[in-house]
């Protein structure tokens, strides 16, 4: 009976518009899908990053899955990656969890490393468009399928995101994309996101079972969640062709932003003060975000000898396949 209650109803309803953008753009849905069931008050932070791990780990299997049977992933480069992110994926929750016993104080502590991850997701997401269109302007845009890999620093890539992804739930498609995006900025867009969500698999599960492990599962959480994110992530994907990537992904740069501001408001962060919360603050970044976004890309596109609008267009500069972006 617990699923069938308005509460359930709008936790269905999140998980499937946050599956219709995952399926538009192929961006992760952590960054999105956290900060919306925060504040609809559906669970305390650490119950709700739990069920959020839990059923991204079901629907980027079915991901990766396509990506694996069409070739595109580095399969080498994964390997590494998944050596340092797992671990760190297990032990993040727990690291949480000694720093106190005190439920308001590891509230306190979630909403604020969730608040800085989403502002780290934005910026990464800024900086990932920055790096193709580099790479675009120097001659590489047909990247490099099978780069030499450096097991070291894609190791510790590794490592900080799956702490990152444990504790927050937060980065494993934006965060790390990025960090290959820097370590091997030859390789192709198809391969890289191939790549990534093959490592993102075992890296969500290890997070979902460290939590699972700590704070139990919701079922009344978990099962409208899927129930709702699975049919938007398809749903998503059939519709992206004839949707324009630029805009949603302008979109989700601004949505990041505010909920990043909005859950480090609410966690009381100090510089915005402690007693109240910002409404109008946290609006105002909003707007500030939108107008401002376009104007710093259009003058990084000068500094690089373009016209600050027009082609390469966003789809172009990430190489975009519809079939990969859609199934990620």
Same mark, same amino acid.
């Given at each position: 009976?617990?699923?069938?209650?308005?509460?359930?109803? *709008?936790?269905? #309803?999140?998980?499937?518009?946050?599956?219709?953008? =995952?399926?538009?753009?192929?961006?992760?849905?952590?960054?999105?899908?956290?900060? !919306?069931?925060?504040?609809?008050?559906?669970?305390?932070?650490?119950?709700?990053?739990?069920?959020?791990?839990?059923?991204?780990?079901?629907?980027?299997?079915?991901?990766?899955?396509?990506? !694996?049977?069409?070739?595109?992933?580095?399969?080498?480069?994964?390997?590494?990656?998944?050596?340092?992110?797992?671990?760190?994926?297990?032990?993040?929750?727990?690291?949480?969890?000694?720093?106190?016993?005190?439920?308001?104080?590891?509230?306190?502590?979630?909403?604020?490393?969730?608040?800085?991850?989403?502002?780290?997701?934005? !910026?990464?997401?800024?900086?990932?468009?920055?790096? +193709?269109?580099?790479?675009?302007? *120097?001659?590489?845009?047909?990247?490099? @399928?099978?780069?030499?890999?450096?097991?070291?620093?894609?190791?510790?890539?590794?490592?900080?995101?799956?702490?990152? $992804?444990?504790?927050?739930?937060?980065? &494993?498609? /934006?965060?790390?994309?990025? @960090?290959?995006?820097?370590?091997?900025?030859?390789? &192709?867009?198809?391969?890289?996101?191939?790549?990534?969500?093959?490592?993102?698999?075992?890296?969500?599960? @290890?997070? !979902?079972? &460290? +939590?699972?492990?700590?704070?139990?599962?919701?079922? *009344?959480?978990?099962?409208?969640?899927?129930?709702? /994110? #699975?049919?938007?992530?398809?749903?998503?994907?059939?519709?992206?062709?004839?949707?324009?990537?630029?805009?949603?992904?302008?979109?989700?740069?601004? $949505?990041?932003?505010?909920?990043?501001?909005?859950?480090?408001?609410?966690?009381?962060?100090?510089?915005?003060?402690?007693?109240?919360?910002?409404?109008?603050?946290? @609006?105002? =970044?909003?707007?500030?975000?939108?107008?401002? #976004?376009?104007?710093?890309?259009?003058?990084?596109?000068?500094?690089?000898?373009?016209?600050?609008?027009?082609?390469?267009?966003?789809?172009?500069?990430?190489?975009?396949?519809?079939?990969? *972006?859609?199934? &990620?």
């Amino acid at each position: 009976m617990d699923l069938l209650t308005t509460t359930a109803l *709008s936790i269905l #309803v999140a998980g499937f518009v946050v599956g219709v953008v =995952v399926g538009l753009t192929g961006m992760g849905g952590g960054a999105l899908m956290t900060p !919306a069931l925060i504040f609809l008050g559906v669970g305390n932070p650490a119950v709700i990053v739990t069920a959020d791990l839990t059923a991204a780990a079901i629907y980027k299997t079915g991901g990766a899955i396509v990506h !694996a049977r069409e070739g595109s992933p580095n399969l080498q480069l994964a390997k590494w990656l998944i050596i340092g992110s797992v671990p760190m994926a297990l032990l993040g929750p727990h690291l949480v969890a000694w720093l106190t016993d005190d439920e308001d104080q590891l509230h306190f502590v979630l909403l604020m490393a969730i608040g800085f991850a989403l502002l780290l997701a934005a !910026a990464t997401y800024a900086l990932r468009l920055y790096l +193709n269109l580099r790479r675009v302007r *120097s001659g590489r845009g047909e990247g490099d @399928a099978d780069p030499a890999i450096r097991p070291v620093p894609t190791l510790l890539v590794g490592a900080l995101g799956g702490l990152l $992804v444990g504790v927050t739930s937060v980065g &494993s498609g /934006s965060v790390i994309m990025v @960090a290959l995006l820097m370590l091997y900025p030859g390789l &192709s867009a198809v391969r890289l996101v191939g790549t990534d969500l093959v490592q993102a698999v075992p890296l969500v599960l @290890a997070a !979902a079972i &460290s +939590n699972i492990a700590l704070n139990g599962i919701d079922w *009344s959480l978990l099962i409208p969640l899927v129930i709702g /994110s #699975v049919p938007g992530t398809l749903i998503g994907s059939k519709i992206a062709p004839r949707v324009p990537q630029s805009y949603i992904r302008r979109g989700i740069v601004v $949505v990041l932003t505010m909920s990043g501001v909005a859950l480090l408001d609410k966690a009381g962060w100090a510089p915005l003060g402690t007693d109240e919360t910002h409404p109008m603050l946290i @609006a105002g =970044v909003g707007v500030a975000t939108l107008v401002l #976004v376009p104007i710093v890309w259009g003058l990084l596109r000068r500094s690089q000898g373009l016209p600050m609008f027009g082609a390469p267009t966003v789809a172009e500069l990430e190489g975009e396949r519809r079939h990969a *972006s859609r199934t &990620s």
